[in-house]
């Protein structure tokens, strides 16, 4: 049945749920299109079950370091209790039964199926035409890239949506990719005794991110016992009934029974019909202004603009849009602070500009840097205590913009470096304040001591 809305709403991952919801609750007639599960990505295949299974080896990794710290501790990893946390807390088996209520009590009309826009203001679904008085919300998301290697298209490998869903954890697993999924998800299943090599292309792991970070990694998961391989492209795949063998570029070969694509992520937007809504469908993202407004009675949230593939964009970008909508007015969106945090052990968390990108930028940089292992709660920590603050400033302005927190709840630190970055707090307010005594977070401290000409 053909039905006429306010808002249609074209994927409800974060981004999308919360614009759709958002809008129901503002007062509007909103049709939310979902091909899969209300929650997308983050719910059932990314973020939260990932994090389960972060949480779980974090654990064993813990327990393995008491021997000289707290006594001894026999370590069994069983991967079940991973399994049973994902497929029931987490997923609910894979399905958004329980959600859809939750959803439609907020007012949305749900309309299962796969979207695509079919004209201005128009949506259709299996052959049902939604039409929207307001405009469309893109909120489509993205899926794994896959690099067109020799021999890999038609073999078992695994994306994130196999690894969360293992019911073993592999005897061995290669992780093409040295980014944060492949990285999670590589220390995760080494941590359960899977023998786990990683390939990344770039020189180094998290390349987007400061080379400290990489480096850092590399040599903790070098330390647990992970092969790292940076620098060098895949060549070829094969897979017989036992497994992958992946030739690098150099000529060696790896072997294992699984192997992991965790190469990025892509859009396909002629795929939803975006160039029926006057959107240019060879772009690699649907490019948006600080309102969310990608062209007349259209707007994109999400991974979709390409302007961070995280939970909190979508979701932020989404109440912008929703205020857009609802002619409320607010502050457009505001890129300058982006928190970015890998949960790796140690997490490797992120804000604003790397020091590359903030020289690639013109600016007049200074820089300061404290390890964590050094500082007095670093010290005490004791084993599973690396990590480091590096600060990026601005020294004509004496302001950060940007800063990379490394090491045990790197991520908790990190919070006071995006608000120091989004309110652009000067930095010799920063350093006449007091930092709690023995906190990880007074790394800070040590390292706003350490940018040049500071007094
Ligand atoms: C392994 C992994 C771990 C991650 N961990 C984190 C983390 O710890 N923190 C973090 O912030 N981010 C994390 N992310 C990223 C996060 O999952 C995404 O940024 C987030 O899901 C983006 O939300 P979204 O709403 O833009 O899109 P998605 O979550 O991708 O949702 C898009 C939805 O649109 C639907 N859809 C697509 N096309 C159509 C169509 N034509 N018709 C109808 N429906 C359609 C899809 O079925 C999907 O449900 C992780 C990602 C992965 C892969
Ligand atoms: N904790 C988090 O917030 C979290 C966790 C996982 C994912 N994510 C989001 O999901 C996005 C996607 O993650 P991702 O790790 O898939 O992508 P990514 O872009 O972060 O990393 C992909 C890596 O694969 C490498 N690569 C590409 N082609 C290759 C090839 N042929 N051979 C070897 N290496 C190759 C790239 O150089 C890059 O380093 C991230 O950008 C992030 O925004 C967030």
Same mark, same amino acid.
């Not at 306010?6 to 809008?23: I, N, Q, T």
């Not at 299962?112 to 049902?128: A, L, Q, S, W, Y």
């Not at 290669?174 to 998800?185: F, N």
């Given at each position: 049945?053909?039905?006429?809305?306010?808002?249609?709403?074209?994927?409800?991952?974060?981004?999308?749920?919360?614009?759709?919801?958002?809008?129901a609750e503002a007062g509007l007639n909103v049709a939310g299109v979902e091909a899969g599960l209300i929650g997308g990505e983050c719910a059932y295949w990314g973020c939260v079950p990932s994090k389960m299974m972060v949480r779980?080896?974090?654990?064993?990794?813990?327990?393995?370091?008491?021997?000289?710290?707290?006594?001894?501790?026999?370590?069994?990893?069983?991967?079940a209790p991973v399994v049973d946390r994902i497929s029931g807390e987490a997923t609910d088996g894979w399905s958004d039964d329980a959600k859809v209520e939750q959803f439609e009590s907020r007012g949305?009309?749900?309309?299962?199926?796969?979207?695509?826009?079919?004209?201005?203001?128009?949506?259709?679904?299996?052959?049902?035409?939604?039409?929207?008085?307001?405009?469309?919300?893109?909120?489509t998301g993205t899926s794994p890239a896959v690099p067109p290697i020799d021999g890999l298209e038609g073999t078992p490998y695994w994306t994130n949506r196999d690894a969360v869903a293992a019911p073993h954890a592999p005897e061995s697993l290669?992780?093409?990719?040295?980014?944060?999924?492949?990285?999670?998800?590589a220390q995760v299943f080494a941590r359960f005794g899977t023998?786990?090599?990683?390939?990344?292309?770039?020189?180094?792991?998290?390349?987007?991110?400061?080379?400290?970070? %990489?480096?850092?990694? $590399? +040599?903790?998961?070098? &330390? /647990? @016992?992970?092969e790292t391989h940076v620098g060098v492209a895949a060549e070829r795949v094969r897979h017989d009934g036992d497994g992958f063998t992946l030739t690098l570029e150099d000529g060696r070969a790896l072997r294992a029974a699984r192997l992991l694509v965790a190469t990025g992520r892509r859009t396909d937007l002629a795929a939803i019909g975006a160039g029926d809504a006057g959107l240019d469908e060879s772009a690699r993202f649907v490019s948006v202004d600080g309102r969310m407004r990608a062209a007349d009675g259209v707007w994109?949230?999400?991974?979709?603009?390409?302007?961070?593939?995280?939970?909190?964009?979508?979701?932020?970008? %989404?109440?912008?849009? $929703? +205020?857009?909508?609802? &002619? /409320? @007015?607010?502050p457009p969106a505001d890129y300058r602070a982006v928190p970015r945090v890998t949960f790796t052990?140690?997490?490797?968390?992120?804000?604003?500009?790397?020091?590359?990108?903030?020289?690639e930028a013109g600016l007049d940089v200074r820089v300061g840097f404290a390890s964590v292992s050094e500082?007095?709660?670093?010290?005490?920590?004791?084993?599973?205590?690396?990590?480091?603050?590096?600060?990026?400033?601005?020294?004509?302005?004496?302001?950060?913009?940007?800063?990379?927190?490394?090491?045990?709840?790197?991520?908790?630190?990190?919070?006071?470096?995006?608000?120091?970055?989004?309110?652009?707090?000067?930095?010799?307010?920063?350093?006449?304040?007091?930092?709690?005594?023995?906190?990880?977070?007074?790394?800070?401290?040590?390292?706003l001591e350490t940018l040049d000409g500071q007094t």
């Open positions: 049945m053909d039905g006429m809305y306010d808002v249609v709403v074209l994927g409800l991952g974060p981004g999308g749920e919360d614009v759709a919801g958002r809008l779980a080896a974090g654990l064993l990794a813990e327990a393995r370091r008491v021997p000289g710290m707290a006594g001894a501790v026999r370590v069994s990893p069983k991967w949305v009309h749900l309309v299962r199926g796969r979207g695509r826009i079919t004209g201005p203001r128009e949506v259709t679904v299996d052959g049902r035409v939604l039409r929207a008085r307001r405009g469309i919300v893109l909120a290669i992780v093409l990719g040295g980014g944060a999924v492949g990285c999670e998800l023998r786990v090599s990683v390939v990344e292309a770039a020189d180094r792991l998290l390349a987007q991110e400061e080379p400290e970070a %990489g480096v850092l990694l $590399a +040599r903790v998961f070098a &330390g /647990e @016992g992970l994109a949230v999400g991974d979709v603009t390409g302007r961070g593939a995280y939970t909190h964009v979508a979701v932020y970008q %989404g109440r912008i849009a $929703a +205020r857009d909508i609802l &002619g /409320e @007015g607010g052990d140690p997490e490797v968390a992120s804000v604003g500009l790397t020091e590359r990108e903030a020289r500082s007095a709660r670093g010290w005490i920590h004791g084993a599973g205590h690396e990590g480091f603050v590096k600060l990026v400033e601005d020294a004509r302005r004496g302001v950060l913009v940007g800063a990379t927190s490394a090491g045990p709840a790197g991520g908790e630190v990190l919070g006071a470096l995006v608000v120091a970055v989004q309110n652009e707090i000067p930095t010799t307010r920063l350093r006449h304040m007091m930092y709690a005594y023995p906190t990880f977070h007074r790394a800070i401290e040590d390292a």
